[in-house]
Nanobody
Framework: EVRLVASGGGLVQPGGSLKLSCVAS????????MNWVRQAPGKRLEWVSL????????DYADSVKGRFIISRDNAKKTVYLQMNSLKPEDTALYYC????????RGQGTQVTVSS
């Protein structure tokens, strides 16, 4: 059974930073492209970022490009999302997933950006 557990969320002021982590189990992590997705209240699931199986390729939604950085540690079966210059519109429940549409996303972590 694939299990993805995200952590590291919290309450932060606009302009602040947070680093999310997601630990994977139940899959050959080093073979999988990993994604971060998010869902704000009342809105659809939104793709945020992806990283290729070996970290050689990354991509970002236009809304976070230049502010967020995705990375991974295959030895720890963990994918990270460094979020800088946070905005109120980044407030959402963040998940890691094995596809851009949120497949296998498990426990998310809440990020709230507010003064």
């Amino acid at each position: 059974e694939v299990r993805l557990v995200a952590s590291g969320g919290g309450l932060v002021q606009p302009g602040g930073s947070l680093k999310l982590s997601c630990v994977a189990s139940g899959l050959a992590f080093h073979f999988w492209q990993m994604n971060w997705v998010r869902q704000a209240p009342g809105k659809r699931l939104e793709w945020v970022s992806l990283i290729d199986y070996d970290g050689g390729r990354t991509d970002y939604a236009d809304s976070v490009k230049g502010r967020f950085i995705i990375s991974r540690d295959n030895a720890k079966k963990t994918v990270y999302l460094q979020m800088n210059s946070l905005k109120p519109e980044d407030t959402a429940l963040y998940y890691c997933a094995t596809s851009a549409d949120g497949q296998n996303r498990g426990q998310g972590t809440q990020v709230t950006v507010s003064s």
